[in-house]
């Protein structure tokens, strides 16, 4: 199977960050990819660390918020990165 690969109009899921208070948990929020920020260099290291860095829409429950340069954990899925949405 290939692995996918961003494009502009798909939608992932953004890992909040949750507050420094705890009030506010890390959660998985919808997004949308806005833009696919080019890899640097001819790919080769690119490619080993996953899928460039992308642009989001994120959309929350409150409201909507734009996040640049945002990289891919599909693994820890740590606050403040995305990843492919689980199948269900």
């Known amino acids: 199977m290939t692995e996918q690969q961003p494009s502009v109009g798909r939608t ?3 890992v909040s960050r949750g507050s420094a208070d705890g009030a506010y948990a890390s959660e998985c929020r919808a ?19 996953g ?12 409201g ?7 990289r ?3 693994g820890a899925q740590t606050g403040g990165t995305w990843h492919w949405p689980e199948r269900v």
């Open 72 to 74: 891919h954990s599909e």
């Open 64 to 70: 909507m918020f734009f996040k640049q340069g945002c």
């Open 31 to 49: 997004a949308i990819i806005t833009a696919v920020e080019p890899s640097e260099g001819d790919g080769s290291l690119a490619n080993m660390r």
């Open 51 to 62: 899928p460039e860095p992308v642009s989001l829409a994120v959309l929350n429950p409150e």
């Open 12 to 14: 992932v899921h953004y």
